[in-house]
């Protein structure tokens, strides 16, 4: 949620061209992806039953991300479109980890209630 607030705010910085904001989206993007590639490196230590929602919702982000990727070539060219498209980005991936945080919790509570009755 910390990178989508800095590609957020990255927007309020007064008097950049669109180059220069494509610049500074790059460094928050980056991360997303060596965060989202480090997730899915991480996958391969579990089971096989319990890693395919993981590799799915890791997935989803990543193409996510590649949209994001996008988004932000088009704005360093200096069309509108790319900025319009970064923040619908943001929007989805806010979805995206509220849905994946309700998902955890879901995750543990059925977790929990299986230690409580074993």
């Not at 982000?61 to 070539?73: R, S």
Request: hydrophobic share 60%; net charge positive; charged share 10%.
């Amino acid at each position: 949620m910390v990178l989508v607030l800095v590609m957020a705010s990255l927007v309020l910085i007064p008097r950049q061209s669109a180059l220069e904001l494509g610049v500074k989206e790059i460094f928050p993007i980056a991360a997303m992806i060596v965060l989202l590639v480090l997730g899915l490196l991480e996958l391969r230590h579990t089971s096989q039953t319990t890693r395919r929602p993981y590799v799915i919702r890791t997935t989803v982000a990543l193409v996510l991300v590649i949209v994001a990727v996008a988004g932000n070539t088009i704005l360093a060219t200096g069309r509108a479109v790319g900025l319009e498209i970064l923040a619908l980005c943001c929007l989805l991936f806010l979805v995206w980890l509220v849905i994946n945080a309700w998902a955890l919790v879901v995750v543990l509570a059925d977790e929990t209630s299986r230690q409580q009755t074993s």
